[in-house]
């Protein structure tokens, strides 16, 4: 019996779901799972709030797309791609305590040598983080346009309907 490669790319979904668009990066990994097929290699996690406990998901990655919301200057519901350097600054404008928990994993990582030589955020500026199980307007509307973008970046195809 042969065994199976350990994925080499991680999507990593973050996030509060009960703080509306706080919760955009779970929403987008189970809306990318809904619509597309993934290509072998490729691992979907809902890290939701997890902290710490998504360093080993992160370590055993070769590359990781992280969702999440990101405040930046832009329209809320402007989708932003990040690489590198970049990504630490945008966290450093918190929308929650989740994102502690992002950028100490990702200094940890950094610390044990184990960090992923390509790591890239995808996300969008959030409209609304009050209290909510649901995306707001904005968000929800351009949810598909994230998505979108994620898919084409991993070379998903798109699910056929039953």
Do not use: C
């Not at 979904?13 to 987008?28: F, K, P, T, Y």
């Not at 799972?33 to 990655?61: C, F, I, K, N, T």
């Not at 690489?83 to 929650?96: E, F, M, N, W």
């Amino acid at each position: 019996m042969e065994r199976k490669p350990e994925p080499q790319i991680l999507v990593l979904g973050i996030g509060n779901v009960l703080m509306q668009d706080e919760g955009l990066g779970v929403r987008a990994v189970e809306r990318l799972q809904e619509q597309y097929r993934l290509p072998p290699g490729v691992r979907v996690v809902d890290g939701g709030v997890m902290g710490l406990e998504l360093l080993p998901y992160l370590e055993d990655a070769e590359r990781v797309l992280i969702l999440d919301a990101v405040r930046t200057s832009l329209q809320p519901g402007s989708v932003i791609r990040l690489k590198g350097r970049d990504i630490p600054v945008a966290l450093a404008l918190k929308t929650s305590i989740h994102q502690v928990g992002l950028q100490e994993i990702l200094a940890v990582s950094r610390f044990r040598g184990t960090l992923p030589a390509h790591i890239s955020l995808w996300g969008m500026e959030p409209s609304s983080i009050e209290v909510g199980t649901d995306l707001s307007p904005t968000i929800s509307a351009a949810l598909d346009r994230l998505v979108q973008s994620i898919a084409k970046e991993l070379g998903a195809r798109p699910r056929t309907p039953p």
